[in-house]
């Protein structure tokens, strides 16, 4: 089967999040299961400057808000896809620097709603047409909203490519004015509540919603969720309304990448094996060098991940205070985002600078170290589509505490005394996503970590875990194969 997946980042040209990952992992698993997929992104700056070779297919005309674009096609060389990468060149939109979505002050971008038109129509094109080759993709699978007006202009061509939509998150839906709407000159019957208007505005995310053949999310438990008022952001009733059409696949991790037998960034590398525990305590030590903490035979607990109010990132900051004066535990914490979070966490850091250390901002490296030198890894996320942390920590030895929701639910097992009986135990799950139930989570899983013996088990118990692409990408391709046929 040809695949041709869109999105608006991929790792490793430009991440910002889960997602990113998600494009090189899955096309990768689906490729070694017989499948050809290919990659088209916006070719932005920092995406031109990592890839080897560039050849350029083809020009386009594409039409934007009140002007048309010269819009160049290259295809780039890339290792894991081979030469099947292909760009959407648009210099005027995407040739600026870092963020693919919001410029430096944290503001998005103000033409984002023109750069991802831009980039839907050309890759609506791709789908039926790429210059210089004769291979034609099967299926065009579309992730999140920056791609949801893909399906929508190929439900405008003669025998389009089967359609897959993929909601990697709900909450950014891609909103835009009904002034911009004209402005983009898209066709005036698509301004309905049948297709995109969307309360007054219209909703890219929702075009992937209605125009596709079939719609997904990265984990069952989401899947349901986002059918109700609590989690559906008032998508709840078009979510509804799909019925079979919509359906939960749980995300996989890259198991090259994410591996602690080989990760080139630890400073010893293990398995679940005899010498777990004395790996993991030379991985402690050299995280608490580099960032400069002491501590190496008290608990370590970390977080890395986006700042923002979905991870929960507000509960870890209320309950450090009482944790670093009950406890002895001691914390790092990598990530970026929301402005007055990166401040309280900078006040936390001044007030206990022998317990806490905080690096703001992006760091690969140190995202690695963190899996695997601290104790304990807390996601505590308000909702969670899938999570690809806490699959790491799992692998990682390094077992997870999280809300119960979303892919949390489907990926991490609470200790308990069953559990450990049934030696299930993979993590530590909270129900209600408040500071006290965090806390009081927490307080046990301390408690169970001053038993050595217990708490390896629930280490060595989550490594084991099946957390690879396989299942789920065969499940892509039933359901690539069921469109297809559908079609026939
Ligand atoms: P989300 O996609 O909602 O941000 P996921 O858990 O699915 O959450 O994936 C987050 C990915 O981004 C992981 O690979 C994580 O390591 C990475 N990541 C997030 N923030 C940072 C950061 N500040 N530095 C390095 N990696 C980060
Ligand atoms: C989104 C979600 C996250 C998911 C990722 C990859 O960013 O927030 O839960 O793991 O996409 O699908």
Not at 75 to 81: Q, S
Not at 124 to 130: M, N
Not at 190 to 197: G, L, M, N, R
Not at 352 to 381: N, Q, T, W
Request: glycine letters at 8%.
């Amino acid at each position: 089967m040809n695949i041709l997946f869109a999105a608006s980042e991929a790792f490793p040209f430009i991440k910002t999040g889960g997602l990113g990952d998600v494009m090189h992992s899955l096309p990768k698993a689906l490729n070694k299961l017989g499948d050809e997929v290919r990659l088209v992104l916006p070719a932005y700056r920092d995406v031109l400057a990592s890839v080897d070779t560039i050849r350029e297919l083809g020009k386009i005309d594409v039409p934007g808000a009140g002007v048309r674009h010269e819009v160049r096609i290259l295809r780039a060389h890339e290792d894991i896809l081979g030469d099947y990468l292909y760009l959407i060149d648009v210099p005027d939109l995407f040739d600026r620097p870092g963020n693919p979505y919001v410029h430096s002050d944290g503001y998005a971008w103000p033409d984002n709603a023109e750069r991802y038109t831009v980039f839907s129509r050309a890759v609506a094109l791709l789908g039926k047409w790429i210059p210089k080759t004769s291979w034609r993709p099967h299926v065009l699978h579309c992730h999140d909203w920056q791609t949801g007006l893909v399906p929508a202009f190929l439900s405008m061509v003669h025998d389009p490519p089967a359609t897959t939509f993929t909601i990697h998150n709900l909450a950014y839906d891609g909103r835009f004015s009904h002034d911009e709407f004209n402005r983009l000159g898209l066709p005036a019957y698509w301004w309905s509540p049948e297709y995109v208007e969307f309360y007054g505005d219209f909703s890219m995310l929702k075009a992937g919603l209605i125009f596709s053949d079939h719609v997904t999310t990265v984990s069952p438990t989401y899947a349901k969720e986002i059918c109700t008022p609590e989690f559906g952001y008032r998508y709840e009733g078009v979510l509804r309304s799909l019925g079979d059409k919509l359906t939960g696949i749980l995300n996989g991790i890259d198991l090259d990448i994410w591996n602690p037998q080989t990760d080139k960034y630890l400073a010893q590398n293990y398995a679940h094996d005899a010498h777990f525990a004395e790996a993991k305590a030379t991985n402690k030590q050299d995280l608490l060098n580099s960032v400069g903490l002491q501590g190496s035979d008290k608990p370590l607990l970390g977080f890395v991940g986006r700042l923002v109010e979905q991870k929960g990132i507000d509960l870890i900051i209320a309950i450090l205070p009482r944790i670093f004066a009950e406890t002895d535990a001691n914390m790092v914490l990598l990530g970026s985002g929301h402005m007055p979070y990166e401040q309280d966490l900078l006040y936390l850091t001044a007030a206990y600078p022998d317990r806490l250390h905080v690096h703001l901002g992006y760091s690969e490296d140190l995202a690695h170290k963190i899996e695997a030198g601290v104790d304990m890894f807390l996601m505590p996320s308000r909702f969670e589509p899938c999570g690809l942390n806490q699959m790491y920590s799992l692998r990682y030895g390094t077992p997870p505490i999280v809300h119960s929701t979303g892919g949390l639910v489907d990926t991490v097992v609470d200790t308990s005394l069953l559990t450990i009986r049934e030696k299930t135990a993979t993590g530590f799950v909270f129900e209600e996503p408040t500071a006290e139930a965090l806390d009081s989570k927490l307080r046990s899983a301390l408690e169970l970590y001053g038993n050595p013996k217990l708490w390896h088990e629930v280490c060595t118990t989550a490594m084991q875990q099946d957390l690879g692409w396989e299942t789920s990408a065969r499940k892509y391709q039933e359901l690539y194969q069921a469109e297809v046929d559908a079609k026939k």
